[in-house]
């Protein structure tokens, strides 16, 4: 179990992992407001956007101890990142085609500097819990390294000083919509279990997971989504429905054992398996 003070630092890791998946079919029930169920219907087609989710990141406190409570579902910490240049660093929880991480400001002077502020990662960071969007995606290419596949949504490059010479990400053009997730596109990534088996994050968890398989975003803003945000949700892999309060639902293994745990407050999560 991991200890709640700040991991130790690690030079920069762009362990990627990769995500797909059909949605099934949601619905909201009218006289339970917010409350969600999942009707017997048909999958949705499959979607043809060549766009797969890399991972989800999660704004927390600095150390990140809300890691804990990954721990205690069974899930097992792979190695701490540091983003040099950029002012954050994580720690994260691999699974086979996609990750989760926990992000916080390490130095703020960093983050606030002229090259990273477009990136608004201070403001959202900071106001997680006074209106912004606690939480991002990050999305890649289905052919691994395929850097010529446009993302589905619009972006501008960003080439962190942690990035090799010649890499860039792509931030989505909703960067200063805050009551949206965050986007970014990794056109370098790949998912881990392709990674050769010396270089690969921990991918085997105490509870079993393997894979996300589904993953719903709750907002609880009613604004038109930005055109960026719109183009996730039309790509199909990730979903969004209205709710009292932001928080994510993650799906593994296709929940085949009906199970369920909600991690808030600590952390804006509901993990069905």
Excluded at 113 to 138: D, I, K, M, Y
Excluded at 247 to 264: S, V, Y
Aim: hydrophobic share 40%; net charge negative; aromatic share 10%.
């Amino acid at each position: 179990m991991p200890t709640q003070g700040k991991p130790a630092e690690r030079s920069f890791d762009p362990s990627i992992c990769d995500f797909r998946f059909c949605d099934p079919r949601i619905a909201l029930i009218p006289h339970l407001p917010f409350a969600i169920c999942h009707l017997p219907s048909p999958p949705f087609p499959r979607h043809t956007a060549l766009v797969e989710l890399d991972h989800l990141f999660i704004y927390a406190q600095a150390g990140a101890p809300e890691a804990v409570r990954l721990s205690e579902i069974g899930l097992t910490e792979g190695p701490p990142n540091t983003h040099p240049g950029q002012g954050t660093a994580c720690r994260r929880f691999f699974l086979h085609n996609a990750y989760i991480e926990l992000l916080w400001v390490e130095t703020p002077a960093e983050v606030q500097s002229a090259l990273t502020q477009p990136v608004r990662l201070w403001e959202r960071w900071s106001n997680r819990r006074q209106g912004a969007c606690p939480f991002g995606f990050c999305f890649r290419p289905t052919a691994p390294g395929d850097t010529s596949e446009a993302p589905p949504f619009n972006t501008r490059a960003y080439s962190p000083p942690y990035l090799p010479d010649g890499l860039s990400l792509g931030v989505g053009t909703n960067v200063e919509v805050f009551a949206e997730p965050a986007l970014f596109w990794l056109s370098f990534a790949k998912r881990s279990d392709a990674r050769p088996v010396s270089e690969r994050p921990p991918l085997v968890h105490a509870n079993g997971w393997r894979e996300i398989t589904r993953v719903q975003s709750v907002n609880p803003h009613r604004a038109v989504p930005s055109s960026a945000w719109q183009a996730v949700l039309d790509a199909g892999v990730v979903q969004s429905v209205p709710g009292e309060d932001y928080w994510l639902e993650i799906e593994f293994d296709g929940e085949g054992t009906g199970k369920r745990a909600d991690l808030r407050p600590e952390l804006p999560l509901v993990l069905r398996w």
